[in-house]
């Protein structure tokens, strides 16, 4: 049997959702595959390379897409992206823990290229669009884990604080607050954005953009 290297990766993301990251093995892969844990070899040096190709994958199919459409603008484009990998994330069991482990592959370099040109034609450095990226990478992966984490409790924390001992009333304020159903992802994410967008009206050579956004 000839193994293409999608498939072993599709397999591979497949097993992940069956058994989490802890349970994937190459030898069970390859179990799953019907082939001999050798045979594996011959597509990938070592698992870490497996697991980095698993995630450039889930990129690639699930977290949004990698530029701006036709006239979006970059701190739409940077929101939507946020919220598919949010959602891309929670597609796949232990997705951000396999995450938080890898690095990008080199077929994912023209990708992240383009997500850096987006924003140094926005008018932030390289540096700075690379750090804007990864800030908000990082803020998504932490959100998914926390969603995730919260999850498994048996009690609601928002109910516990309204439900507490009195003399906290700006906490049971806060509980009543997001007891309506409040997005507290979305609040930070903008919060992100915001200071992005900040940061650029911020120097002396910014200008407004076509919709009334400063860009620089």
Sequence with gaps: MKLERDEIVRTAIRLLDEVGLDGLSLRRLAKELDVQAPALYW???????????MVGMMAREGYGADVPAPGQTWDVWLTERARAMRAGFGAHRDAVRLAAGTRPPADRAP???G????????????GEALLNIL???DYVSGAVLEEQA????????????????????????AAEEFSDGRDGFEYGLALLID??????????????????RPSA
């Excluded at 911020?202 to 076509?210: I, K």
């Design 111 to 113: 990708a992240i290229e």
């Design 135 to 137: 800030a908000v990478t």
């Design 195 to 212: 200071g992005m967008r900040a940061r650029l009206a911020a120097r002396p050579d910014a200008r407004p953009s076509p919709e009334g």
């Design 115 to 126: 997500m850096l040109a987006t924003l140094c034609d926005a008018g932030f450095t390289p």
């Design 150 to 173: 919260g999850r498994d409790r048996e009690d609601d924390s928002l109910e516990r604080l309204q439900g507490g001992p009195e003399g906290f009333p700006l906490l049971a304020a």
């Design 43 to 53: 597509h990938f040096k070592n698992k870490q390379e497996l697991l980095d190709q």
